[in-house]
């Protein structure tokens, strides 16, 4: 079964850091970008950080210079490195990634759990 896992999440104090995971796991041809998503209470989830398959990168604006996102294609992995971290970035982060689960077809998205991240100020 194809799923993804992220960790990484918890308490951090403002100006700290915390580095997430998310490992996707399962029958999988081939993986095309992945991304970090966050959504806070009451509002939409929005787009924090994404990676093609070649490696290009988007972040949103209140996240760069601070957020870094890679990729282990070895390992299935994405990460986001959080840096300089802010209680406006409290929210729970989701992993979403593009995954080909079988030869032939097109590729569709796929969400892990979720791990919640909170910035104490």
């Known amino acids: 079964q194809v799923q993804l896992v992220e960790s990484g999440g918890g308490l951090v104090q403002a100006g700290g850091s915390l580095r997430l995971s998310c490992a996707a796991s399962?029958?999988?041809?081939?993986?095309?970008?992945m991304g970090w998503y966050r959504q806070a209470p009451g509002k939409q989830r929005e787009l924090v950080a994404a990676?093609?398959?070649?490696?290009?990168?988007n972040y949103a604006d209140s996240v760069k210079g601070r957020f870094t996102i890679s990729r282990d294609n070895a390992k299935n992995t994405v990460y986001l490195q959080m840096n300089s971290l802010k209680p406006e970035d409290t929210a729970v982060y989701y992993c979403?990634?593009?995954?080909?689960?079988?030869?032939?077809?097109?590729?569709?998205?796929?969400w892990g759990q979720g791990t919640q991240v909170t910035v104490s100020s």
């Open positions: 990676i093609t398959s070649g490696g290009s990168t």
């Open positions: 979403n990634a593009n995954l080909i689960v079988a030869i032939a077809t097109m590729g569709r998205g796929y």
């Open positions: 399962g029958s999988i041809f081939s993986i095309n970008a």
